[in-house]
C-alpha cells in the first residue's frame, strides 16, 4: 500500500533564503506526482505536477523533482518571501489513479 | 481562467441527517473526484467518476456515500445519516484525461453536531 511521508513537518526561515522541502513514497508504480499549496482552513493549489516519466519540473521561483527509483520527490524554492507562507503537501498519483497524499510541510517565511 | 467551484462553503447539519455537496468542475473536464480532510489530518481519497459511474472508491466510500452527475454541470456528493465523524473539509477535483492535473475547488467544510 502506497505511503507518502513529508519531512520536516514545519520549517521557519528568514525571508530571502532558498529551501527545499522533502517527499517519499513508498512504492515507485506511480503515474505522477503533484505539489499543492495550502493557506489555512483553504482549499488546495496546484503548484507542479511530474509525471513519471519527467524528472523535474519548473514554475517561477519553483522547482520540483522526481526520482522514482529512490521514491522521492522535492520541492525547491527560490528567494523564499512572506506570501510563500502556508502548508506545502505532495501527492503521488497511484496505481489505482488516486492520489495518495503526505501530511504536509508547514513553511512559515520570516520578514 | 477555468476553475472548479463547491457549495456551499459551509454546512452544519445534525447528526443522523442527509446532506448533499455540490460542485461544478471545469466543463471540459471527464474525470471528477471527491476527497475529504478531516481537521488536522491527511487529505484522504473518497472516489473517482467517469462516464457517469464510480471509477474507483476508497475504504471510506462505504454504503452512506452516494455521487452522481445529475445534469451536464453539477457533481454531487450525498452523504446518508451523517456521523460526527463525517465533520470534514470536502473538496472536489476535475481532471481532463487520467493522470493529468487534478483541479481542485475550494472545498465544503462540513460540521456535523
Known amino acids: 500500500k502506497q505511503e507518502v511521508t513529508q519531512i520536516p513537518a514545519a520549517l521557519s526561515v528568514p525571508e530571502g533564503e532558498n529551501l527545499v522541502l522533502n517527499c517519499s513514497f513508498t512504492?515507485?508504480?506511480?503515474?505522477?506526482l503533484q505539489w499543492f499549496r495550502q493557506d489555512p482552513g483553504k482549499g488546495l493549489t496546484s503548484l507542479l505536477l511530474?509525471?513519471?516519466s519527467q524528472r523535474e519540473q519548473t514554475s517561477g521561483r519553483l522547482n520540483a523533482s522526481l526520482d522514482k527509483s529512490s521514491g522521492r520527490s522535492t520541492l525547491y524554492i527560490a528567494a523564499s518571501q512572506p506570501g510563500d507562507s502556508a502548508t506545502y503537501l505532495c501527492?503521488?498519483?497511484?496505481?489505482?489513479?488516486?492520489?495518495?497524499w503526505g501530511a504536509g510541510t508547514k513553511l512559515i517565511i520570516k520578514p | 481562467e477555468p476553475e472548479v467551484t463547491q457549495t456551499p462553503s459551509h454546512q452544519v447539519t445534525q447528526m443522523g441527517q442527509e446532506v448533499i455537496l455540490r460542485c461544478v468542475p471545469i466543463?471540459?473536464?471527464?474525470?471528477f473526484y471527491w476527497y475529504r480532510q478531516i481537521l488536522g489530518q491527511k487529505v484522504e481519497f473518497l472516489v473517482s467518476?467517469?462516464?457517469?459511474?464510480?471509477?474507483?472508491k476508497s475504504e471510506i466510500f462505504d454504503d452512506q456515500f452516494s455521487v452522481e452527475r445529475p445534469d451536464g454541470s453539477n457533481f454531487t456528493l450525498k452523504i446518508r445519516s451523517t456521523k460526527l465523524e463525517d465533520s470534514a473539509m470536502y473538496f472536489c477535483?476535475?481532471?481532463?484525461?487520467?493522470?493529468?492535473?487534478?483541479?481542485f475547488g475550494p472545498g465544503t467544510r462540513l460540521t456535523v453536531l
Open positions: 477535483a476535475s481532471e481532463y484525461s487520467r493522470t493529468n492535473e487534478q483541479f
Open positions: 466543463s471540459n473536464h471527464l474525470y
Open positions: 467518476f467517469y462516464n457517469n459511474e464510480i471509477s474507483e
Open positions: 512504492d515507485s508504480a506511480i503515474y505522477n
Open positions: 511530474i509525471q513519471s
Open positions: 501527492a503521488a498519483e497511484d496505481s489505482n489513479y488516486q492520489l495518495i
